[in-house]
């Protein structure tokens, strides 16, 4: 196991070196909050397959910000140039979950290097960021090389959380369990802020 820091590598990860792919990883990346303690549990059945696998931050880990916005996808860039330049690794795939998922999708979009992705339960769209409290910022969730990727304003939870609870709820489709796809499906979805 190896650390990885923002002033040391430009991003905070954990390397776990597998056995049996030498010269493949997995950038795992959590989901919405997902600290250190459940990213790393979530690729364990990676770990134990041998892959090579960097799990790596971008928010809520000690030393990242604690709110979701502006989550600089530069970490991912830089990532990937550690484990070719650092650890000889030819092949690089990414996976996370929900808003990790969309993460991942947005890095593989822009960065070539990664080729597989594995997102699991994504999002279909860049969120406006907001704070733990679902907050609205005005800004993006996600950022590429200083700069905001354009984004849908979150005009949903403007309605307050206990109705977008009732309404899913009622939806037989969404119910509880599902509450966030019901968002995701009831917002609006514009590309015209960045």
């Known amino acids: 196991m190896e650390r990885c820091t923002l002033e040391k590598n430009g991003f905070v990860g954990i390397y776990f070196p597998g056995k049996n792919y030498p010269e493949k990883a997995i950038i795992a990346a959590g989901g919405a909050s997902c600290d250190e303690k459940t990213s790393v549990s979530m690729c364990r059945f990676l770990r ?27 970490y991912v860039e830089k990532a990937v140039r550690w484990l070719r330049e650092e650890k000889n690794i030819k092949s690089i795939a990414m996976t996370s979950a929900s808003t990790g998922a969309g993460y991942t999708l947005l890095a593989a979009s822009l960065i070539p290097d990664i080729s597989c992705v594995i997102p699991v339960v994504p999002f279909d769209h860049v969120m406006e960021g907001t704070t733990n409290s679902f907050k609205r910022l005005g800004k993006s969730v996600y ?30 489709k969404y119910g509880l369990k599902r509450f966030m796809r019901y968002g995701y499906d009831h917002n609006p979805v514009t590309e015209e802020r960045a």
């Open 143 to 172: 950022t590429w090389h200083g700069k905001d990727i354009p984004y849908s304003p979150w005009v949903l939870i403007d309605q307050g959380l206990l109705k977008i609870f009732r309404g899913a709820r009622k939806d037989k």
């Open 48 to 74: 134990k397959a041998g892959y090579n696998i960097l799990v790596l931050g971008f928010y809520m880990w000690k030393g990242l910000p604690q709110n979701l916005v502006s989550v600089p996808v530069d």
